[in-house]
């Protein structure tokens, strides 16, 4: 990062960072080039590695380019506020962001897709008991984006 000095490296910054974000941006590679979708996202650690979780229907463009290329990037931003000034060079945006790239899979067990739906209703409700069926699990597809690496950035 060029501007190692807006750098967060702090894991639970970053975290706490990933967690005020309210829109996740997967970013695919298919037949026709790049592919950005923004999606909904629940986000959690597994023994260190950040993992995110999002759902979608069973079918669509992202799920093809899914079938053909699991690597994927990601991006997301939060705490927006631009600080105007007299002068256009003035202006600033201030903004906390993540960017990284991960490998992501369709979730088949039907339990990890009913803790994942719970936990991405979780992450917009505040509320964590939520309960889902095998057969409201079983109609969505899940998706499962393991980080292999990620930078955050913060501009305040
Ligand atoms: C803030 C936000 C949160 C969202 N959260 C979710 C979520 O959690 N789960 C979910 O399934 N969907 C969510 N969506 C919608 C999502 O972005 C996609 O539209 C949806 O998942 C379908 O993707 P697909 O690849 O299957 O598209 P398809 O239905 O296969 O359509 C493919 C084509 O439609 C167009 N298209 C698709 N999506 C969009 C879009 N969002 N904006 C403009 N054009 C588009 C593109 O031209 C694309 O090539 C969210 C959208 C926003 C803006």
Redesign the pocket.
Known sequence: MRRIDREVTQQSRIDAIIEACD?ARLGFCDDNGV?I????FAYLREGGTPVFY????KE????DALAKNANVGFELDTNHAVHSGKDGCDFSFRYQSVIGTGCAALVDDVQEKKEALRRIVWHYSGREAWEFTDAQASSVAVIKLTVSEMACKEHQ
């Open positions: 829109c592919y979708v923004p999606l909904n999002f759902h979608c229907a669509g463009r992202k799920l």
